[in-house]
């Protein structure tokens, strides 16, 4: 079964409101998590590292306002897209590591109209 | 910073045939991982190989093994008798062995595989 869960894996919303996505682990503590973003056809872009209980890192480029992590319990990391607008519909992936290994979220599918 | 390209776009291989994807990657660190990651259309990824740098000997698994050339700072990924499967989008992924390094992968741009039966 997933290690790593995502939620929603499809989100449509109107252009001006705001998203939340949910990375679960499950059956592990992650003190960190990473959250991704992938245009279509392209690479997987890091765009934060989520800290439990502190502040997340964002990558250069990445608007901290605009996509807001927080990081409450050891188990859950969420993003929030604010004031969404369609550049910002993308494919959304998490990760979190145990033992050593790495293991990544579904994905959720993000579309702004 | 550390970089990883992945030079081919998009490569073809005929069913049962074999098939070799590049990476290169820059880095200043001596101790570091690197992976080649699968992902399918359903877009979840899927740890294919993994290469630890202090390891001379090239990673094998079934049909998927590497070639990973440290000086050169290489490290290709051979599929031998491909299956209509494989095809999917084929990252390579660099992760600093540092302590302060908790997961964080550094991905390619990725190489389409076209299988063909």
């Known amino acids: 079964g997933a290690v790593v869960s995502q939620h929603p894996s499809w989100v449509i919303c109107k252009s001006g409101t705001s998203v939340k996505i949910e990375c679960r682990s499950l059956?592990?503590?992650?003190?960190?998590m990473f959250w991704y973003r992938q245009f279509p056809k392209q690479s997987l872009m890091l765009m934060a590292t989520?800290?439990?209980?502190?502040?997340?890192?964002?990558e250069q480029g990445v608007e901290k306002d605009k996509f807001l992590i927080n990081h409450a319990s050891l188990t859950l990391s969420t993003l929030t897209v604010t004031s969404a607008h369609p550049e910002d519909s993308s494919f959304y992936i998490c990760s979190a590591s145990m033992m050593n290994t790495i293991y990544f979220g579904e994905g959720s599918w993000l579309t702004v109209v | 910073a550390q970089t990883v390209t992945q030079s081919q776009p998009e490569m073809s291989v005929q069913e049962a045939e074999t098939v070799t994807l590049s990476c290169t990657y820059d880095?200043?660190?001596?101790?570091?991982?690197l992976f080649w990651y699968k992902q399918p259309p359903s877009r979840q990824m899927i740890l294919v190989i993994r290469?630890?740098?202090?390891?001379?000997q090239n990673a094998t698994e079934n049909r998927f093994s590497v070639n990973f050339q440290k000086a050169a700072k290489s490290f290709s990924l051979k599929i031998s008798d491909s299956q209509l499967g494989d095809a999917a989008m084929y990252f390579c992924?660099?992760?600093?062995?540092?302590?302060?390094?908790?997961?964080?992968?550094?991905f390619g741009q990725g190489t389409t595989l076209q299988v063909k039966p």
């Open positions: 880095t200043s660190e001596s101790d570091y991982y």
């Open positions: 989520s800290n439990e209980g502190s502040k997340a890192t964002y």
């Open positions: 992924a660099y992760r600093s062995a540092g302590s302060g390094n908790t997961g964080k992968l550094i």
């Open positions: 059956d592990f503590q992650a003190t960190t």
């Open positions: 290469q630890e740098a202090y390891k001379q």
